[in-house]
């Protein structure tokens, strides 16, 4: 047998299963579509469900992928054994009502044995202990002697998840020797131990169950393959585990080069390598799906896996920020299945270089709070930290609890674990709680789904504003119906429309759809699953049928004020990239008729000068009125043009290109104006940031910055006729009244000082000595605190050395300050805690520092036995 890489094997799978009439579609995004129970696809089925339950038709009934997966279910496991990880990946071959057990039983031999090269004599299958089926297809067709077949229950030869489709499975595990078996005797097919190695398993999707135990046979049965590639790997490089399969290897290869330190010589380092090695994969395909580090879902799960990969690059001695190196060799060593990853290795480098920097930062906070939290329990005389303190450090500082318990265990101290734990399954019973509920395949269930799947609809909007089309379903809000009358809130479907559906952050057209004796308003503009379009409104007159001709017509005037904002994002993107750098990419946008937002990614505030260049350069191209040619062609030509895509979008064997001349080429299916001029122009409202590493730009363009203008220019004048100026000379008087108004306000701080003098009188005969220090306690009415500040300098200047109090009624409250010289000071006064020691006593509170302190208060009332409770509060700090 060859000794094939990943990349090979995964190339074999594909084009193997391509030569038996299959689809080789490329891997789907890590993140779910349309599907609520699920953070992140974890296996080859997972995006492909709407096939599997008609709600929409597959570009063919076979189909072959390679999907990328991440399961994070058993995470505080992986590194301490070399069988867990979180991503892998699942190659795949499916049936959607077409070959059945079989052929699959069938191919996925031929595929092991004869393409691959394994030995067919170390090659064991099992089946459905009840599915006589399978064990005939085994026995009979492939010759494979009953006793090397092996039965095995429900539990692990029957794929169901509650109600809805499920059936038997077959698996076929590989003998990989003694070396790596236990040892036991009567060692064999199902044991624990890592000799026998599930690699193929094919689920047989032949049964509906109904929740309650009943099975009916399906119609309609499904073949729904998965084999783990890594899995593959190890068992044809025969290796010990996938860290050491060829790719996994290099990887883990540059860790330990990193730590300077060797794999397989220290137990505590393996598995500190192993979750470096895992993690740094997962968090570089997450990043190019344009999954972001944050504090929720699957952003969450981004951040968690970064943070625990930085903390064992430190438990390794790993020197300086080191994710952002090692996804570089994950890049290299995976692109020939996902060039998708070299396309995105500036951005994907730039976050993790970030959030690393973040996390340096955060679990510095962590390490000082645990310290502090030490101090308490020392305090208390107690041993345990409460699972409270504990899960806090883990949720909010990324502080995993082997790490927390780690510490501690130096110093002596112990955990709440149990504690810890029902933090942990409170915050999982709140995240059940707040997902939203679902159907059996984890969509939410709609009015939508009861459609015929085999409807679609062509969209004709991009040379069309008006069209003829046929009614080919009616639903109102709850049900699918033959007809809608005047008053009812409803959908309608059409064959062909040229209404705009919301995507690509362009906002959906609305316009009416009518026939001779009936008007529908089109509010909204819905795709539906399986590649329908749905008009969503209200019937304003007669009555609409399944069948009937009506003709579509868009709102033109919002149609050509939503393409120029559209338009305008393409320019702006690509002078965002020319300004800021090329690690910018689109993380979404929106577009309608009166402005537009797009969200980017940037890692900090845009300075005013960055603004302004980004705001010149779309002014230019759209006053050097840019042809905006689109273009339909191949996925592989469009990147030969050098056309943008968007993060995590699902693109088909064609695409649709939409160039500005030689300035901007993106791919988009959104509608555009003919030529960059007829925007007219662009203005920035605003830039602001929106989540971590994503900036969000506000702008208006065409009439809406006319309208701007024309606002701003009504404000002006509004503004000089308060002033009694012109707008011309607007700038001139202010200066002027500026000039004016401090003159006033020294002219009046000066009167202000004056009258607290006069109010306060001479004083100094009230100075006390308290233990050698003097003392100055007073009162004056009607001064506010800048004027007892005031009094406060001069008084200290007349007394010396010494401490000043002074106290002041003004409408109804009380203001209380307190100063401290330099020798006063050296004796032990404090100016915070004598004002602190004296505040109350007038019913507020305050404090500051040792040489100046303020408080306010509302009881006048205490005024008196607040400076005489100063005397006693400075006697008991000297």
């Known amino acids: 047998m060859k000794n094939y890489g990943v990349n090979e094997l995964r190339k074999m799978f594909l084009e193997f299963f391509e030569s038996k009439g299959h689809l080789a579609m490329k891997s789907f995004s890590l993140v779910p579509r ?11 089925m997972a995006p492909l469900k709407p096939y599997f339950t008609g709600q929409e038709i597959p570009p063919r009934t076979r189909v072959t992928t390679c999907q990328k997966c991440i399961r994070t279910g058993d995470i505080e496991n992986v590194g301490k054994t070399a069988r867990h990880g979180t991503f892998f990946e699942m190659l795949g071959n499916f049936s959607f009502g077409d070959y059945f057990k079989r052929e699959a039983i069938h191919w996925s031999w031929e595929f092991l044995t004869e393409v691959v090269g394994l030995d067919p004599d ?65 060692c064999t097919v199902g044991c624990e131990c890592d000799r026998y190695m599930e690699v193929w398993n094919n689920v047989f999707t032949q049964f509906e169950n109904d929740g309650k135990g009943n099975y009916e046979e399906l119609v309609q049965k499904n073949i729904d393959t998965g084999m783990g590639l890594e899995r593959l790997a190890v068992v044809v490089q025969d290796v010990d585990s996938i860290f050491d399969v060829d790719t996994i290897q290099a990887l883990r290869d540059k860790v330990c080069e990193f730590a300077n330190v060797t794999y397989k010589e220290e137990e505590d380092k393996d598995v500190s390598i192993r979750l470096i090695t895992d993690h740094i994969r997962s968090a570089t395909f997450m990043i190019s799906d344009g999954i972001m580090p944050s504090n929720e879902g699957r952003g969450y799960v981004l951040r968690r896996l970064i943070r625990r990969a930085a903390r064992h690059g430190r438990l390794l001695g790993v020197e300086g920020k080191f994710l952002a190196r090692l996804s570089e060799t994950v890049i290299e060593t995976s692109k020939d299945g996902y060039p998708e990853l070299e396309e995105k290795k500036a951005f994907i480098t730039k976050v993790l270089s970030q959030e690393e920097d973040k996390f340096n930062k955060t679990i510095d906070q962590g390490l000082s709070i645990l310290n502090d939290l030490e101090k308490d329990l020392e305090a208390k005389g107690e041993k345990i930290l409460s699972g409270a303190d504990a899960f806090k450090l883990y949720d909010t500082y990324g502080f995993p609890l082997d790490l927390t318990k780690e510490i501690l265990e130096e110093k002596g101290f112990s955990i709440d674990e149990d504690g810890f734990t029902a933090c942990m399954k409170e915050q999982r019973e709140k995240a059940r709680k707040a997902r939203k509920t679902t159907n059996y395949m984890g969509a939410e269930a709609t009015v939508y789904e009861e459609i015929d799947p085999s409807i679609t609809s062509h969209f004709c909007g991009y040379e069309r504003l008006e069209a003829k089309g046929t009614i080919l379903a009616l639903t109102t809000e709850t049900e699918v119906v033959d007809a809608i009358v005047a008053g009812d809130k409803a959908t309608i479907i059409t064959d062909v429309t040229p209404f705009y559906a919301t ?71 690509k002078a965002l990239r020319t300004v800021l750098g090329t690690h910018v990419e689109q993380a979404g946008s929106s577009n309608n008729q009166d402005r537009l937002r797009f969200d980017f990614s940037h890692f900090s505030a845009m300075t005013k000068d960055e603004i302004e260049q ?39 064997d064609e695409v649709r290109v939409v160039k500005m001349g030689d300035f901007s080429v993106e791919l988009c299916g959104g509608t555009h104006v003919a030529n960059t001029g007829v925007i007219s122009a662009f203005k920035i409202l605003s830039e602001t940031g929106v989540a971590a590493g994503v900036r969000r730009i506000e702008a208006i363009t065409s009439d809406a910055v006319f309208r701007y203008y024309d606002s701003l220019e009504e404000e002006l004048q509004k503004a000089a006729q308060v002033v009694k100026a012109k707008p011309g000379n607007l700038i001139e008087r202010l200066e002027h009244l500026m000039t004016e108004m401090k003159a006033l306000q020294s002219e009046n701080e000066s009167l ?18 308290v233990k050698g220090v003097k003392l100055l306690p007073a009162s004056v009415k009607d001064v506010d605190m800048n004027g007892l500040r005031d009094l406060g300098d001069q008084l200290k200047e007349k007394l010396g050395e010494g401490v000043v109090v002074l106290a002041s009624e003004m409408g109804g409250k009380v203001s209380l300050i ?25 019913g507020g509170g305050g404090g500051g520092r040792p040489n100046m302190a303020q408080a306010g208060g509302k009881n006048p009332a205490g005024i008196e036995a607040a400076l005489e409770e100063a005397v006693k509060v400075l006697e008991g700090q000297l």
């Open 34 to 44: 349309n599907d609520n129970s699920l953070l992140l696809i974890n296996s080859g």
């Open 122 to 186: 170390r090659l064991y299958p099992s089946v459905y202990e009840d599915d006589q089926e399978a064990f005939d297809i085994w026995e009979k067709e492939m010759g494979i002697a009953p006793d090397r077949i092996f039965r095995f229950g429900k539990e692990d030869n029957f794929w169901e998840h509650g109600a809805g489709p499920c059936g038997p499975c077959s698996e076929i595990y590989y003998d990989r020797g003694e070396k790596y078996g236990c040892g036991e005797p009567g």
């Open 503 to 573: 995507s690509g952050g362009q906002a959906a057209d609305s316009g009416r759809i009518t026939l001779d004796d009936g008007v529908f308003r089109v509010e909204d503009t819905q795709k539906l699953v399986g590649g329908k379009i749905g008009h969503i409104g209200v019937v304003e007159s007669g009555m609409f049928k399944v069948d009937d001709m009506v003709t579509l017509t868009i709102d033109a005037g919002q149609r050509a004020l939503t393409a120029k904002n559209h338009s305008a994002t393409h320019l702006l993107q």
């Open 614 to 652: 980004v705001e010149a350069i779309v002014n230019q191209k759209i006053a050097e009125n840019l042809p905006v040619v689109t273009e339909v062609m191949s996925m592989e030509e469009a990147k030969k043009t050098g056309a943008m895509a968007l993060f995590g979008e699902k693109y088909g």
């Open 752 to 769: 202000k000082s004056k009258l607290a003098k006069d109010a306060l009188g001479d004083v100094m005969n009230q100075v006390t000595e």
């Open 818 to 842: 307190a100063m401290a010289t330099p020798e006063a000071m050296k004796a032990g006064a404090h100016a915070g805690n004598l004002i602190k020691g004296i505040a109350k006593l007038v």
